[in-house]
């Protein structure tokens, strides 16, 4: 999930709020210290969303289903979280709806890899 929040950071996000910010008359400052926060952030959302998986899995089978319907709890759920934090800070609705979308299919993404390396352990 880090590799591809990179990539849609540096690939879509970055360029439309670059030019969001630049028709406001600002610029876009990125920092180590937010780049660092964001990997965090999305190692603790693998952790949660493949727990998440493992904790419903019983209740709804194992697999790339039930998998996927973590993914996209979790990524419905980040991306109101990101869209409710970007709009306070004036950024147009198309930056931060893209960014929940990719959030949401990275979640998604991610969470179908983690389960499938997450195995029952005999008791």
């Known amino acids: 999930?880090?590799?591809?929040s990179?990539?849609?950071?540096k690939l879509l996000i970055a360029p439309m709020l670059s030019d969001a910010l630049q028709a406001a008359g600002r610029t876009l400052?990125?920092?180590?210290?937010?780049g660092i926060v964001i990997d965090v952030m999305f190692f603790l959302v693998g952790i949660l969303v493949v727990w998440l998986y493992a904790a419903i899995r019983p209740r709804?089978?194992?697999?790339?289903?039930?998998?996927?319907?973590a993914g996209v709890a979790v990524g419905i759920l980040l991306g109101i979280l990101v869209a409710?934090?970007?709009?306070?800070?004036l950024i147009p609705a198309t930056v931060w709806a893209t960014d929940a979308i990719a959030t949401l299919v990275i979640v998604v993404i991610?969470?179908?890899v983690g389960a499938r390396l997450c195995k029952e352990q005999a008791a």
Not at 29 to 34: A, G, I, N, P, Y
Not at 60 to 69: H, S
């Open 110 to 112: 991610g969470t179908l």
């Open 60 to 69: 709804f089978g194992p697999g790339p289903g039930t998998a996927a319907m």
């Open 84 to 89: 409710w934090g970007m709009s306070l800070q």
């Open 1 to 4: 999930m880090n590799l591809l």
């Open 29 to 34: 400052q990125e920092s180590v210290t937010m």
């Open 6 to 9: 990179f990539a849609e950071w």
